[in-house]
């Protein structure tokens, strides 16, 4: 079965960096995009990056700048730097997975950014 799993997320002030980690297997076909998302409590869950196959990226208003997606096969990352208080959310790792074009979601990691 296709599993993603993220690391990375922890507890760090503001203005500091983290960068998260998903490694996705289980899938004889590979996977085409793959991206964060976030979900503070009360609030949906939203894009925060994405990155296609063939290297576009897609990236939130809201860390423009600040965030970077990048990719080394079926591992994607995400740096974040210059961490708000707002940015303060439970961030999951998706997949799309190639040929039967379905849709992964990690467990979470959680990022709390104090001020």
């Known amino acids: 079965q296709v599993q993603l799993v993220e690391s990375g997320g922890g507890l760090v002030q503001a203005g500091g960096s983290l960068r998260l980690s998903c490694a996705a297997s289980?899938?004889?076909?590979?996977?085409?995009?793959m991206g964060w998302y976030r979900q503070a409590p009360g609030k949906q869950r939203d894009l925060v990056a994405q990155?296609?196959?063939?290297?576009n990226t897609n990236y939130a208003d809201s860390v423009k700048g600040r965030f970077t997606i990048s990719r080394d096969k079926n591992t994607v990352y995400l740096q974040m730097n210059s961490l708000k208080p707002e940015d303060t959310a439970v961030y999951y790792c998706?997949?799309?997975?190639?040929?039967?074009?379905?849709?992964?979601w990690g467990k979470g990691t959680l990022v709390t950014v104090s001020s």
């Open positions: 990155l296609t196959r063939g290297g």
């Open positions: 998706n997949a799309d997975e190639r040929v039967l074009m379905t849709h992964h």
């Open positions: 289980g899938s004889i076909f590979g996977f085409n995009n």
